[in-house]
């Protein structure tokens, strides 16, 4: 029995009877719905994207970007008061003096990790919750590499340039694609176990946006299997690598010349603060999706609250393209239980179509993930050819049975697991019925400025992976975060190593004056304190209910002043 009610039903029989002509179609490599021109892609962003909404955006009034236009909730979040009070913290005595402190222990900061430890250096790897707790963990579809006869990085580069618009930093797109397939071979060298074929040869999907089948994948756990490999092997330097979980930093620290020489750490369970000194620092703690920007679910883990953002803003650092957000085209909403859960883009790279509720395929299946997206919120809401789910959302139609029709039956439950897994708890088969989707907020285009060699603007702070700017420009490619985390990630632990090294017996004196001043500008430019920042855990129990405990609860960050 389905696990749909009983009322859409009547939609999900046009999508069987619609089904047999768009199979013929595609199986005979006839395009349903031609791909956009320019022109139609820029027509559709500028009227349904979230990004271009009027209210979308606002200029931030402090700080080394003051004047340029970011997204208007990040706005308010770099715009709030330091969480901590300088002078209730004594510096001189460091808990941990190491050469590299690492924030983040997602996959960037795991491989910055042992890039340190292989250099012979000693590194302390802290983390919000657990090792491993991150959005690279969350990754399904696959990383993009060119490693096919037909491929090489230079298409891929005009891809990733392409999908971002122009607008990437082109030394650093020409680093992710020209490292890409030397990345794919490491992970393997570590244990990462990529599809394959019979005869040992890679198997490779198409993503959105992309010229060429070039997605790599471990069925739909990609991100997980890359995990694995990198904790594990992290795991393997005790010796050099000193982990430290739910110690999220609060703030960095900075030496005499104003260069980052270490953080503060909080303890999330003993309530207590760290002080680590470090020769150099690596910003790794991912993006920022639970801010839940234009009130979107998402697929962030629980953590993704843009601390480093916030961090790397105090000291100082200047962030690049924060007025761009991705929202995946297919986020799970319906089922209410998974409301916002990714849909790997895999399914329309296997074959699935959105098609709305008559049936109809209304976009190329594989447009660049903002192009799509908007086309989803356009069909659902201005078309009104949507799906109303109980709780008065709108989705559109995802037909993933194509899949086993067009590559054979159990295509699905090889290379989907996850997502059949996923959906058959409440009752729906995804071999045989569509699932239901709508735009998420998925990643955090922009981030802290780098250069190649991921240092920041603030000397002796670099940045790795979702928390960075300037790879994907203002929308990001399928496959391309993964192997950004992993390029940059190697690339960061190489490079402050070698910072650590040129710096080895330097103890450098440590200061929050940074949070003095910052805190200052926000008071002459007559900012009032209503909130503080970075926030640590997203609060989501009901504000009326906490003020009925509390008085002086704010709503704002989900904490109390």
């Given at each position: 029995?389905?696990?749909?009610?009983?009322?859409?039903?009547v939609?999900?029989?046009?999508?069987?009877?619609?089904?047999?002509?768009?199979?013929?179609?595609?199986?005979?490599?006839?395009?349903?719905?031609?791909r956009?021109?320019?022109a139609e892609?820029?027509?559709?962003l500028?009227?349904?994207?979230?990004d271009y909404?009027p209210?979308?955006?606002?200029p931030?009034r402090?700080g080394?970007?003051k004047?340029?236009?970011m997204?208007?909730?990040?706005?308010?979040?770099?715009?709030?008061?330091p969480?901590?009070?300088p002078g209730?913290?004594?510096l001189?005595?460091p808990d941990?003096?190491?050469?590299?402190?690492?924030?983040g222990?997602?996959?960037?900061?795991?491989?910055?990790?042992?890039?340190?430890a292989?250099?012979?250096?000693?590194?302390?790897l802290?983390?919000?919750?657990?090792v491993?707790?991150s959005?690279s963990?969350?990754?399904?579809?696959?990383?993009?590499?060119?490693?096919?006869?037909?491929d090489?990085?230079a298409?891929?580069?005009?891809?990733?340039?392409?999908?971002?618009?122009?607008d990437?930093?082109?030394?650093?797109v020409?680093a992710?694609?020209?490292?890409?397939?030397?990345i794919a071979?490491?992970?393997?060298?570590?244990?990462?176990?990529?599809?394959?074929?019979?005869?040992?040869?890679c198997?490779?999907?198409?993503?959105?946006?992309?010229?060429?089948?070039?997605?790599l994948?471990?069925?739909?756990?990609?991100?997980?299997?890359?995990?694995?490999?990198?904790?594990?092997?992290?795991k393997?330097?005790p010796?050099?690598?000193?982990?430290?979980e739910?110690?999220?930093?609060v703030?960095?620290?900075?030496?005499?010349a104003?260069?980052?020489a270490?953080?503060?750490?909080?303890n999330m369970?003993?309530?207590?603060?760290?002080?680590?000194?470090?020769?150099s620092?690596?910003?790794s703690t991912?993006?920022?999706?639970?801010?839940?920007?234009?009130?979107?679910?998402?697929?962030?883990?629980?953590?993704?609250t843009?601390?480093?953002?916030?961090?790397?803003?105090?000291?100082?650092a200047?962030?690049?393209?924060?007025d761009?957000?991705q929202?995946?085209?297919?986020g799970a909403?319906?089922?209410?239980?998974?409301?916002g859960?990714l849909?790997?883009?895999?399914?329309?790279?296997l074959?699935?179509?959105p098609?709305?509720?008559e049936?109809?395929?209304?976009v190329?299946?594989?447009?660049?993930?903002?192009?799509?997206?908007?086309?989803?919120?356009r069909?659902?809401?201005?078309?009104?050819?949507?799906v109303?789910t109980?709780?008065?959302?709108?989705?559109?139609?995802?037909?993933?049975?194509?899949?086993?029709?067009?590559?054979?039956?159990?295509?699905?439950?090889?290379?989907?697991?996850?997502?059949?897994?996923q959906?058959k708890?409440?009752?729906?088969?995804?071999?045989q019925?569509?699932?239901?989707?709508?735009?998420t907020?998925?990643?955090?285009?922009?981030?802290?400025?780098?250069?190649?060699d991921t240092?920041?603007?603030?000397?002796?702070?670099f940045?790795?992976?979702?928390?960075?700017?300037?790879?994907?420009?203002?929308?990001?490619?399928?496959?391309?975060?993964?192997?950004?985390?992993?390029?940059?990630?190697?690339?960061?632990?190489?490079a402050?190593?070698?910072r650590?090294?040129?710096?080895?017996?330097?103890e450098?004196?440590?200061?929050?004056?940074?949070v003095?001043?910052?805190?200052k500008?926000?008071e002459d430019?007559?900012?009032?304190?209503t909130?503080?920042?970075?926030?640590?855990?997203?609060?989501?129990?009901?504000?009326?209910?906490?003020?009925?405990?509390?008085?002086?609860?704010d709503?704002f960050?989900?904490?109390?002043?």
């Open positions: 029995m389905s696990g749909y009610p009983e009322y859409m039903q939609s999900l029989e046009k999508v069987k009877a619609t089904r047999p002509a768009r199979l013929e179609k595609a199986k005979a490599g006839r395009e349903v719905v031609k956009m021109s320019l892609r820029e027509e559709v500028s009227g349904f994207h979230p909404q209210d979308a955006r606002k931030i402090i080394h970007n004047g340029e236009e997204t208007s909730r990040v706005v308010d979040l770099l715009e709030s008061y969480s901590i009070n209730d913290f004594d001189s005595e941990f003096d190491t050469d590299v402190l690492i924030i222990a997602g996959g960037g900061g795991c491989m910055a990790a042992i890039q340190v292989n250099a012979g250096l000693n590194s302390v802290a983390t919000k919750l657990r491993g707790d959005n963990m969350m990754s399904q579809g696959g990383m993009q590499a060119a490693v096919n006869p037909h090489n990085p298409i891929h580069y005009l891809d990733a340039i392409g999908g971002g618009h122009f990437n930093k082109p030394e650093l020409e992710l694609t020209m490292d890409g397939p030397m071979g490491y992970l393997e060298e570590l244990g990462v176990m990529w599809d394959k074929d019979s005869e040992g040869i198997n490779t999907e198409s993503g959105g946006g992309t010229s060429r089948r070039r997605m994948s471990c069925r739909d756990y990609t991100g997980a299997e890359i995990q694995r490999v990198l904790r594990d092997e992290v393997n330097h010796d050099k690598i000193t982990i430290v739910y110690s999220p930093a703030e960095l620290l900075l030496d005499e104003g260069e980052a270490g953080a503060l750490l909080y369970e003993t309530e207590e603060y760290t002080v680590v000194r470090a020769r620092v690596i910003m991912g993006g920022f999706g639970r801010l839940h920007i234009k009130g979107f679910a998402t697929t962030n883990h629980y953590g993704a843009a601390d480093g953002l916030v961090m790397a803003y105090h000291a100082g200047k962030l690049l393209y924060m761009s957000v929202f995946h085209p297919t909403v319906y089922p209410e239980q998974i409301l859960f849909i790997t883009e895999k399914v329309r790279g074959g699935g179509q098609v709305n509720k049936g109809e395929l209304f190329f299946p594989l447009e660049p993930r903002d192009v799509e997206a908007a086309s989803f919120i069909e659902s809401t201005k078309r009104g050819m949507g109303k109980p709780a008065g959302r709108v989705g559109v139609w995802l037909d993933s049975p194509l899949i086993d029709l067009l590559s054979g039956p159990g295509t699905i439950q090889t290379t989907l697991p996850a997502m059949v897994r959906f708890r409440f009752g729906i088969d995804i071999t019925e569509p699932m239901l989707v709508y735009p907020l998925h990643y955090q285009n922009g981030g802290i400025e780098i250069n190649t240092r920041t603007t603030l000397a002796g702070l940045a790795a992976g979702e928390v960075s700017g300037g790879v994907h420009g203002r929308n990001r490619l399928m496959g391309n975060s993964v192997l950004d985390y992993n390029v940059f990630g190697r690339r960061a632990g190489k402050a190593a070698e650590a090294k040129a710096l080895a017996g330097r450098a004196k440590l200061s929050l004056d940074h003095r001043a910052f805190r500008e926000l430019t007559g900012i009032p304190e909130s503080h920042a970075p926030i640590l855990i997203p609060e989501y129990r009901n504000p009326e209910v906490l003020k009925k405990h509390r008085k002086n609860y709503p960050i989900g904490q109390f002043l």
